[in-house]
């Protein structure tokens, strides 16, 4: 079992930054990849961002050049920067762990407000 538990959401006007931190404990040696999901009011979850243990990134469309994921060297916490935000990125921010067991979790979400 891997926990994850998200920290860092807020308000925040349009242009500004946010930092988002995901925790993770439990099995951490099982953990293939990790994601930043999120999603928006009335809209579906989407994948923002992933990192790979072998350290690949990728990233949505919408987010590639704002966002960057990262992790810590034991994967205790992973991060997602969020620069030049727009009113269009206000989301629940979920926290996803991929492991080698072919299982996925998730964390409890963190809201992110983007005013105009």
């Known amino acids: 079992q891997v926990q994850l538990v998200e920290s860092g959401g807020g308000l925040v006007q349009a242009g500004g930054s946010l930092r988002l931190s995901c925790a993770t404990s439990g099995s951490i040696f099982s953990i293939s990849a990790m994601y930043w999901y999120r999603q928006g009011p009335g809209k579906q979850r989407e994948m923002v961002a992933g990192?790979?243990?072998?350290?690949?990134?990728n990233y949505a469309d919408s987010v590639k050049g704002r966002f960057t994921v990262s992790a810590d060297n034991a994967w205790n916490t992973v991060y997602l920067q969020m620069n030049s935000l727009k009113p269009e990125d206000t989301a629940v921010y979920y926290c996803a762990a991929a492991s080698v067991y072919e299982q996925f979790y998730w964390g409890q979400g963190t809201q992110v407000t983007v005013s105009s």
């Open positions: 990192m790979s243990t072998g350290g690949e990134t």
